[in-house]
């Protein structure tokens, strides 16, 4: 089956530091995502990004879709950051069926 | 982006129940998903919920267990049945968006089985 595995699994920043998450994935993907899981459960979406590279403020991606791997780059970390970060891509082509990768837990200190 | 609800938002409930959670939508969509986190572990697909026929199922879940509605396009149910202490996880679900079908997801649902 499609292996999406993530890596550090688990990562501790003092803040203000920067950070690179990847996400390493088994097979051709139609869309590559990445979310935050705070504390509270909730998945909050932070790119769509299939290929190419975005910005969002203190937050870039970038999907080498050929090379079958994504990095989320994390600048001037908060403590605010810390959660789960999860990437997730949708490899049936049929619609937004995501398989989730196992996670990196990052835990921003003072 | 739409505007997904679930309820509840969190319940304990005992061994050998059933528990229904609500999905609603602010806006139409064709495909809404239900997925299940297991304490400490990522996401995992557990069925399409169709409107008009039945969901359809990722391997290791089974309608028996899992029993869905879709009765219209902005609202979905998964009941997960005869409870036990395993079935403590985060049930989510999902709908994609535009062209590009971005996923969003709802709040979560919290369950604890005693």
């Known amino acids: 089956g499609i292996q999406v595995e993530q890596s550090p699994p688990d990562l501790i920043l003092q803040e203000g530091a920067n950070s690179t998450l990847r996400c390493n994935f088994s097979?051709?993907?139609?869309?590559l995502q990445w979310f935050h899981q705070n504390p509270w459960g909730q998945l909050i979406n932070l790119f769509y990004?299939?290929?190419g590279t975005k910005q969002n403020g203190r937050l870039s991606a970038t999907t080498v879709a050929t090379e079958r791997y994504s990095l989320l780059y994390i600048s001037s970390s908060q403590t605010t950051d810390s959660g789960v970060y999860f990437c997730?891509?949708?490899?049936?082509?049929?619609?937004?069926?995501?398989?989730f990768g196992t996670g990196t837990q990052l835990k921003v200190e003072l | 982006s739409a505007v997904i609800s679930q309820k509840p938002s969190r319940d304990i409930c005992q061994r050998g129940t059933s528990l229904t959670i609500q999905c609603q939508v602010d806006?139409?969509?064709?495909?809404m998903f239900w997925y299940r986190q297991q304490p400490g572990q990522s996401l995992t697909l557990i069925a399409t919920?169709?409107?008009?026929?039945?969901?359809?199922?990722e391997s290791g879940f089974v309608i028996d267990k899992f029993p869905i509605s879709r009765p219209n396009l902005t609202f979905s149910t998964l009941t997960v049945s005869n409870m036990s202490p395993e079935d403590s996880s985060i049930y989510l679900c999902?709908?994609?968006?535009?062209?590009?079908?971005?996923?969003?997801f709802g709040q979560g649902t919290r369950l604890t089985v005693v």
């Open positions: 999902s709908v994609g968006e535009g062209v590009t079908n971005e996923a969003f």
């Open positions: 806006s139409q969509v064709t495909m």
């Open positions: 097979d051709s993907v139609n869309n």
């Open positions: 990004i299939p290929s």
């Open positions: 997730a891509g949708d490899f049936t082509g049929g619609g937004n069926k995501l398989t």
């Open positions: 919920a169709n409107q008009g026929s039945e969901a359809t199922y």
